[in-house]
């Protein structure tokens, strides 16, 4: 366990995130590499994540499969006279996995024509006010608007309704998308386009839509079924290449080191989109797929053209509560009265509780009897605890039922924020992986300790040490795009338990460097079921790599994400060049993918 640093209150963090995510691609030029089927890579120091051989100085490489590792010497023993490629970089480790994400869903949420609001982008209300008037100015008239990121406690206001949006759009349609993706607010002018002003919705399964004391929309609609009613249209509307737009976020990952990731709700219409971006030249994720149990048959098979190597589905996504930031996660522990509950519009009286589950428990019992003996790996997104008590006994109940209790299934449960030892103890007992969020802490840290919820429980906000010490496999992600990709960043917040702004709470919940490493490579790829394929550098796994400027064990952790910058990636033994990619992607005939537009902002951050 690492000495958490005392707090420096004075002094930021200088830019992690932006220097970690906005880097070109240098170091050598893809055209000066050998265009051989087997060569000797060589860098600084190799990490390879393998406790058989913790480092190495060359990797062999045949085809798409690392074949030696070890010595240069070593490696010319299974590959003699292979040329040597030295990659120039300071060290090389396995390419970094991001098991939750919605690479696809994000693309078309933070690209245009969608613009980005979030926090990162836009840190005070006066700065997204300034982005609406902007787009109003520059865009005709007839043309709805969607905005994309608005989070009501770092934004400091409530959550608009349609009276609040009206008085900025006037009779304009306009959507305005929450940044945790569980809410979206709406004009009036959306309302009477679709004659919901005199026949309102009913509330879908799973979704609802706030209503005033006589039933009429407010202009808030909660959860992907009723935003994927609110959006749909409007997403059709303004179009788009979506594949280009989905390649933008593919490049944002691997931009911050990932090679592998995962879809955390697709569904089947997203097949076709998800095999071209696999079929591009110098594609660089490798995806792992839960489709959404809202799904017309979610536990339906599904095989790609692609190969399972780069496209798998793997299970079936649930989400049982919603999101602390706006008020309707399911916790057993009030909100408390404080200038940022009451700037967000949270009320303490009626936030969080048992009411905030999205299902009831027969519902997830029948989707569970459904999809359970097909053999799906289950997924439930729970941040609060009585959402993480209630996936787990549901779990518990199905794992009995169809005698998977002490077998491998690694069921999953995300986020967990609100986790507890005992809860991570059980979950460990049932074989359920937990994937954990560093950036929830990072962004909204000094906000939940005492400003949000009592600092007994707001402090301890990912307790990525309780997690380790239960004995789960613990992985960490960023639920793009809920939060920018930056596994370093995550790596540095679990490791320092360091707010944005340099703050530290629960310092006792820190883990050391090299637990956090493997829950971005190794630990998150036995969550995927790929622990056979990637998550580190040993024989016979695919040749994933990442290239880093500095050894992340040897820096010290407040500076990771500033000292420790990616320099490239590699899958499956060929350096990505990322301009051939997009160029690919711009290119590709949006025809086929347009309908995929009015997916855009419907579950991305679940």
Not at 12 to 37: E, F
Not at 153 to 182: M, Q
């Amino acid at each position: 366990m690492p000495e958490p640093e005392a707090p420096d209150e004075t002094a930021g963090v200088p830019s992690p995130l932006n220097s970690s995510l906005s880097l070109p691609v240098p170091g050598q030029s893809v055209s000066a590499l050998p265009a051989v089927d087997a060569f000797i890579l060589t860098a600084g120091t190799i990490v390879t994540m393998d406790a058989q051989l913790p480092r190495a100085s060359a990797v062999a490489v045949a085809g798409a499969k690392i074949v030696a590792v070890g010595t240069l010497a070593e490696c010319a023993e299974i590959l003699p006279g292979a040329p040597v490629v030295d990659s120039g970089a300071p060290v090389l480790m396995p390419g970094f996995i991001d098991p939750h994400s919605h690479p696809f869903l994000s693309g078309l949420a933070t690209q245009l024509p969608a613009l980005s609001i979030a926090p990162w982008k836009a840190p005070r209300w006066s700065d997204v006010l300034s982005i609406f008037s902007q787009a109003m100015a520059e865009n005709d008239a007839g043309l709805p608007l969607l905005f994309n990121g608005f989070d009501a406690l770092l934004h400091g206001r409530p959550t608009p309704t349609a009276a609040d949006l009206d008085k900025i759009f006037g009779e304009r349609i306009a959507v305005v998308v929450d940044n945790s993706g569980h809410a979206c607010s709406f004009t009036s002018a959306l309302i009477r386009s679709r004659g919901w002003d005199t026949h309102p919705p009913a509330d879908p399964i799973g979704g609802s839509f706030a209503r005033d004391v006589e039933g009429a929309l407010t202009g808030i609609s909660y959860e992907i079924p009723a935003n994927t009613a609110v959006l749909g249209p409007v997403m059709q509307e303004l179009g788009g290449n979506p594949l280009g737009s989905a390649a933008e976020y593919y490049a944002l990952m691997a931009r911050a080191g990932i090679t592998s990731t995962s879809d955390m709700t697709y569904s089947a219409d997203l097949a076709a989109a998800y095999e071209a971006l696999a079929a591009m030249p110098s594609s660089p994720l490798r995806v792992s797929l839960w489709e959404v149990s809202t799904a017309a048959e979610p536990g339906a098979a599904a095989t790609f053209a692609a190969g399972d190597e780069r496209l798998v589905k793997q299970g079936v996504k649930l989400w049982t509560d919603g999101s602390p930031w706006i008020g309707n996660v399911a916790i057993s522990f009030p909100y408390v009265p404080s200038e940022a509950t009451e700037r967000a519009g949270i009320d303490p009286a009626t936030a969080g509780g048992a009411s905030a589950m999205n299902y009831s428990r027969a519902q997830v019992d029948a989707i569970l009897d459904r999809c359970a003996p097909l053999g799906w790996q289950m997924s439930f997104h729970a941040n609060g605890d009585l959402a993480i008590d209630f996936a787990l006994d549901a779990y518990e109940r199905a794992l009995a039922e169809y005698g998977l209790l002490g077998t491998d299934h690694r069921w999953r449960i995300e986020h967990a924020g609100a986790g507890r030892r005992e809860q991570f103890e059980r979950a460990a007992r049932l074989g359920v992986h937990v994937s954990l969020a560093p950036f929830q802490y990072y962004f909204w840290g000094d906000l939940l300790d005492g400003q949000m919820f009592a600092p007994e429980h707001g402090a301890r906000w990912q307790a990525f040490a309780e997690a380790v010490e239960a004995g789960l496999v613990v992985s960490l992600h960023n639920d793009g795009s809920v939060s920018p990709p930056a596994p370093v960043l995550n790596v540095q917040t679990a490791v320092t338990r360091r707010t944005s702004s340099g703050r530290i709470h629960a310092p006792q919940q820190a883990i050391s460097v090299d637990a956090a490493l493997k829950a971005h490579t190794i630990d998150a790829a036995r969550t995927l079921h790929r622990e056979h394929l990637v998550g580190s550098i040993a024989v016979g796994k695919l040749a994933d790599f990442v290239e880093l400027s500095a050894d992340p064990y040897e820096v010290t952790p407040r500076y990771l994400a500033e000292r420790v910058q990616v320099l490239g990636t590699w899958v499956d033994g060929a350096r990505i060049d990322l301009p051939e990619f997009l160029a690919a992607a711009h290119a590709s005939d949006s025809a086929p993918h347009a309908h995929h537009a009015a997916r855009g902002h419907t579950g991305h951050g679940c």
